[in-house]
């Protein structure tokens, strides 16, 4: 009969909220204590990217963030507090942000963290919320390292990590070019990031055994004004394919210049053409192109795209914003009702008690119902693959993609006995 009685708070809820997800979250957790205080405010802090040429990333994270916690606030808020967010530009410089992350906690006290974009300063934040036990939140930053060699029960991915996105795209390039052999180049930012994911594109071709050869690889630093040598050296090798772990306006400037040397006529690119660089591409976008991404909105309907409140996000969000959501506002918005289910279920906002409420936990949100694994609160999402379409998206009026591969989190994840192994 309890059991019931939540669902039937939680259908309550999803009517009353224009984006509803985030009332099935507070419909289905469990009951607040006696002890929750109720009135005033609480914060949360942000450290993110918000200049240069991966400012996207950040802004619309932030304005996932920022949605999600409106629509906390506009329904009664948390445990009958009002939410406050708190952002600062971290300029992609790991000092930077672990001063912001200590600065939110001591002078906002903040009760959670989110963010960053640069895998880097999301581990110079890991010991700083550690020292004060507070919940972090990564949705966009996605290095292995950072619930493995950095672990901490304090820290939570909701995004797929930088071992399960090569995955996935290696897993479709497996399928497309079958037991043909092929020549592969990389080309990705010098920082953890990049590299590791480099490291796990090949390592994925080895064990799905594609016969590849590797011809070159090129590591401009992040946020490289001037690529063209390390182009040029691509270009000289003639790959067939090119793995590229860049995104955003870096992912656009690669784009725009590969596309003067006439590179995408013989060489097909695999890399994160996601909502912003097709967008800013636009005819530009090179077709056949294979793009992945972690939460691309045209993949609705889609597993891990299909939670309670997707579609109506969606367009809350266009019709606020002027533009569809970023795969960086939907797993943003997801983190924060991450964030919020622990503290419903924990029915306090203090940092281990939400953080051990969440370990193990299956939390409902617009992507679906994520699971965040015990051994290392990684969450199980999927990735999604599919070539750039030549044609402009009817219902969208976007070049996107011609069709939508899922690679499921099974298939893509490490195992709880791997992910231990690599905390060494």
Sequence with gaps: MKVLGKKRRARSYLTALTVAALAATAGTAATVSAGASSGGTVTVGESTTLSGSIAELGQTGLQGVQFAINAINAHGGLLGKQIKVVSADDAATPATGASNARNFILNDHAVAMFGPIVSSVASAEEPVVTQYKVPIFFYISNDVALLTQDYTPYAFQVVPNTVM??????????HVVGKKKVTIGTFAPNYSFGTS????????LKDLHVNYKLVNQQFPPL???????YLSALVAAHPQYVFNAQFGGDLVTFSKQAAQYGFFKHTKVIAMYSRYPLQSLGAGAPAGAIGFDRAP????????????????FINSFKA???????????????????????VKKAGTFAGAKVSAALSGANVPTIRGTLNLRACDHQANVPEYVGTVSAKTNAKYHLRLWNSVFVAQAKDIMLTCAQSKKLRG
């Design 165 to 174: 996105e090569p995955r996935a795209a290696a897993d479709y390039l497996a």
């Design 223 to 229: 946020e490289a004004t001037n690529i063209a040598p």
């Design 197 to 204: 994911t480099v490291a796990g594109f090949i390592q994925a």
């Design 320 to 342: 606020k914003y002027g533009q569809y959501p970023s795969a960086w506002a939907i797993m943003g918005y997801s983190a924060v009702q991450t964030w919020a289910y622990g």
């Design 297 to 312: 909105f045209w993949a609705l309907g889609k597993t891990g795209m299909n939670g309670t409140g997707m579609a109506a």
